[in-house]
């Protein structure tokens, strides 16, 4: 072979490479695909080194023994929280270290039975991959199904059993997904499936049927004025009247049809009642909530508790502000919270209306009291809650009175202080310091923010911050425009054209920290999960004199790629096919501000998952480089585990490697 045929072959061989890099980053994530291909065992090579680059520049940062006592002491705790949940049965560690879980059941037909996801796996290696996503009791709780998820590869398989005395026997287990509402009917054992993991993409619901999946709803069998072909299917415990939302996409808001049980042909009635994204059936109807017209950009939303019953008028239960009323579904009604001058107040909510129940005199003071979700039992099971995320748990009883049964607090007393920031507009921007009791003033924190789809942000009780706030290190959340926190005008003011909003507003909580003399200036990190990075790395950047660096965990970085692409990211970020709000999407992208020279002059901390579909590796790796391409950039430590968007257990040893990580970047940083 002559030089000038091997030179011919080197460039075919090049231009071939580079069709199929281009070809998987217009599919979205070059990394992951690569990371699954035959080139695994290189990518997996590389993930090693950079993680042990950033082992080795972070391995004089020691972590005291009492930190260390702390976050065992929170992930304790944390595993007897999940033996409290709000239904017929409860998820708690069989083994820490192997990840394996146990499922209680808790309900009269079986009381006490557990499962071990042991059992339903190969663990040759000690660990079981496989956890449990979700669960379902039949109407009539004769059947169950248990949903796993493959923590690595977010692969899922449905596991059936049917009772048969006081036991639930395995029957089946076959490859599917059960979706939110997860309905799942004793008459016909109808799974509600997401359609994206079905080969028959015309189906909208399957029946199993002889060990096969079978078409029981076709999108054919769907009304002619349907929104779309999104179907959602809620029922009463021992009805047979189903009644179904069906919208443009899954989790949206859309129309309400009366269902009929499906024997041949499947019918439905239009019930005239549209923009519902939630309802809890009755015997007879449905109790769902709807808006109160109002001007969203400048009052908070006002919403109405309605019940509907076939043939009759609608009756509205009662109204309040969205931030006020609160509501959980149960077996065949709701439970409503209402919080107004007077206090708390709760009801039940069925065919005949509202009937109010008792609570306690401190029940009807506590200021932090919230519904839990309810897929189970008649009692109301309730939260106590602070700011800091430290909850109580349990239900009400006939008396009005608490029950706690599961607790979840940090082993210390903190220093809780809520305010309000002047934003960049005027607006005031409510603010929470959370501090170990003892702390000093102004001392290092760091900034949580999201600011996204009407995220509502809350402290959380685990263990790295819990071996944070030992280390005398404060946490400012930042409650800025685009989450929840104070209703729909609140989340559509830091969405789109006004997303920079969230920048201005945790900007304004970080200033007055800063002149309450809570944070230290110089001292502080900003930190972001997913969409929050966003604003956490755009804060960052723009206050290289008081902020010290940005942890940035699953983050979303680019705006201006192939991903986030979908109806309600458009909505959120602005619409890829319109020039205007496309530009506006890059000038908010960090990664595109990066490759400016001279952005970036403080310290940064990447951590991502390489099974990562929703915010892929690729957003991590790329960021990072940009971060170190230009030498006056101080430092850039990068973080890749073998996970999906979030880690699927929080006591796994992918969790604890990367708490251990990210605690020592945090008093590498705050502390030197």
Request: proline share 4%; glycine share 8%.
């Amino acid at each position: 072979m002559n030089f000038k045929r091997k030179i011919r072959y080197v460039a075919i061989a090049g231009l071939l490479t580079a069709g199929v890099l281009l070809m998987l980053a217009l599919l979205g994530d070059p990394f992951f695909y690569l990371h699954q291909s035959i080139a695994a065992p290189v990518i997996r090579l590389w993930i090693e080194k950079q993680n042990q680059a950033s082992m080795n520049a972070l391995a004089n940062v020691s972590i005291s023994n009492s930190s260390l006592v702390v976050m065992d002491k929170i992930a304790s705790d944390a595993s007897v929280k999940k033996r409290f949940v709000t239904s017929a049965a409860f998820i708690s560690s069989d083994d820490l270290t192997s990840g394996c879980q146990l499922f209680v059941m808790q309900s009269p037909a079986a009381q006490g039975q557990t499962i071990s996801t042991r059992s339903l796996q190969n663990t040759d290696n000690g660990v079981c991959d496989q956890q449990i996503s979700g669960f379902h009791f039949s109407d009539d709780d004769k059947q169950l199904v248990l949903e796993l998820k493959h923590v690595l590869t977010e692969a899922r398989e449905i596991i059936l059993y049917a009772r048969s005395g006081e036991k639930y026997q395995l029957t089946n287990r076959v490859a599917g997904r059960l979706v939110r509402p997860r309905s799942f009917t004793a008459d016909h054992a109808i799974l509600f499936y997401d359609t994206s993991e079905m080969r028959d993409r015309s189906c909208v619901i399957m029946q199993l049927q002889d060990s096969a999946w079978k078409c029981a709803l076709s999108k054919a069998d769907l009304p002619a004025n349907a929104p779309g072909t999104a179907v959602a299917m809620f029922r009463a415990r021992n009805t047979r009247q189903s009644w179904v939302i069906i919208s443009a996409y899954l989790h949206d808001a859309g129309k309400v049809y009366q269902f009929d049980s499906i024997k041949g042909r499947s019918r439905f009635r239009d019930t005239g009642i549209d923009g519902v994204d939630q309802l809890a059936a009755t015997h007879e109807g449905f109790i769902y909530a709807d808006s109160i017209p109002s001007d969203e950009l400048k009052t908070a939303r006002k919403i109405r508790l309605q019940l509907y019953l076939p043939d009759q008028a609608i009756n509205s239960l009662l109204s309040a502000a969205e931030t006020q009323l609160d509501w959980s579904g149960y077996g065949s009604g709701a439970f409503v919270l209402l919080r107004d001058h007077s206090g708390n107040k709760l009801w039940a909510a069925n065919d005949t209306g509202l009937q109010q129940l008792p609570l306690s005199p401190s029940l009807q003071q506590e200021k932090q009291l919230a519904l839990s979700n309810l897929h189970y039992g008649m009692q109301p099971r309730v939260r106590i809650e602070n700011e800091a995320g430290e909850s109580s748990d349990g239900w009400i009883d006939a008396r009005g009175n608490f029950v706690e049964l599961a607790y979840s607090k940090f082993p210390f007393e903190l220093r809780i202080e809520k305010f309000l920031a002047q934003s960049r507009d005027g607006t005031l921007v409510p603010c929470t310091w959370i501090a170990k009791k003892s702390s000093a003033q102004a001392i290092p924190g760091i900034v949580r923010v999201y600011g996204a789809y009407g995220a509502v942000l809350k402290g959380e009780v685990d263990a790295l911050s819990a071996a944070v706030l030992e280390n005398q290190i404060g946490y400012l959340l930042a409650h800025v425009r685009g989450g929840g926190e104070q209703g729909k005008f609140w989340e559509n003011a830091g969405k789109a054209k006004n997303k920079e909003n969230t920048i201005f507003d945790t900007q304004a909580c970080m200033q007055a920290g800063m002149e309450k003399q809570l944070i230290q200036k110089g001292k502080i990190l900003l930190q972001g999960s997913s969409a929050g990075a966003i604003p956490a790395m755009l804060t960052a950047l723009r206050n290289p004199d008081v902020v010290a660096g940005a942890w940035l965990d699953t983050p979303y970085l680019d705006g201006s790629g192939s991903h986030h692409n979908l109806p309600e990211d458009n909505e959120e970020y602005g619409d890829v096919a319109k020039e205007n709000e496309f530009n506006q999407r890059k000038k908010l992208t960090p990664y595109l501000q990066l490759l400016t020279p001279g952005q970036s002059s403080g310290r940064f901390l990447l951590t991502c998952g390489a099974q990562d579909k929703i915010t892929p590796a690729w957003h991590c790796t790329k960021t990072h480089a940009a971060i170190k391409r230009y030498p006056p950039n101080k430092a850039s430590f990068l973080w890749v585990s073998n996970t999906t968007h979030f880690i699927g257990n929080p006591y796994s040893v992918e969790e604890r490697d990367k708490n251990k990580i990210a605690l020592q970047f945090i008093l590498g940083t705050l502390q030197r």
